[in-house]
């Protein structure tokens, strides 16, 4: 079975910030891991997705996460929040390369003025 | 880039009645496209995958006879839930994805549904 787990339901940071949000998962199988931005009453967007290719994945809107099989982590960053960034964030597995998602509850990030 | 389209955006019903969400992927084929339901403050959860002309495949706990799906062709994909009830108020999401590649998931924005 694979899952994952979200620390941290609400994360706030100040515009400029880094933010930094944690995602760690559980996988009998090398996984598939992605995280997705979903913005108020809208569906989601992919930001980038592990598929064992690099460690280090960047995506889309400055955002880039990191693999640490060791730790069992897929935490996702930002250099410097954007007001633009606030949104609800999920992080999600897959064993099948993305046919069925299983995603994390989810990590509301506000960004302060 | 591939976009999948929902309708209606927002649908408002009353107990007993059955709404009809639809799912198009408007700029590619589909062969499979799967739908999720997302609760207030909650994550999604995969509801069904919808094959193209054959039976759609339910999650363990979601009832096949409530949540119809059906996926006639290769850009349509749709979910009605039948008899609907005040707990059945939540937002639909669907997904899909380019037939035939390995491309990633394409969401549609979702339809809220609000039973009274």
């Known amino acids: 079975a694979q899952s994952v787990t979200q620390l941290g339901s609400h994360v706030s940071v100040s515009e400029g910030a880094l933010v930094l949000l944690r995602c760690n998962y559980s996988s009998s199988v090398p996984p598939y891991l992605f995280w997705y931005v979903q913005y108020p009453n809208q569906g989601l967007q992919l930001l980038l997705k592990y598929t064992s290719a690099a460690t280090l994945v960047k995506g889309i809107n400055g955002f880039e996460a990191e693999f640490k099989k060791s730790e069992t982590s897929f935490h996702l960053t930002k250099p410097s929040a954007h007001m633009s960034d606030a949104a609800e964030y999920f992080c999600?597995?897959?064993?099948?390369?993305?046919?069925?998602?299983?995603f994390g509850t989810g990590t509301r990030l506000t960004v302060i003025p | 880039g591939a976009v999948v389209s929902q309708h209606p955006s927002r649908v408002i019903c009353k107990s007993g009645t059955s709404v009809k969400i639809e799912c198009r992927s408007l700029?590619?084929?589909?062969?499979?496209m799967f739908w999720y339901r997302q609760f207030p403050k909650q994550s999604l959860m995969l509801m069904a995958t919808s094959n193209e002309g054959s039976k759609a495949t339910y999650e363990q706990g979601v009832e096949k006879d409530k949540f119809l799906i059906n996926h006639a062709s290769l850009t349509l994909s749709t979910l009605t839930v039948t008899s609907a009830h005040p707990e059945d108020s939540s937002f639909y999401i669907c997904?899909?994805?380019?037939?035939?590649?390995?491309?990633?998931?394409?969401f549609g924005n979702g339809t809220r549904l609000t039973v009274t």
């Open positions: 999600a597995v897959s064993l099948t390369g993305a046919n069925n998602l299983f």
């Open positions: 997904s899909a994805r380019v037939q035939g590649t390995d491309s990633p998931l394409h």
């Open positions: 700029d590619f084929q589909a062969t499979t």
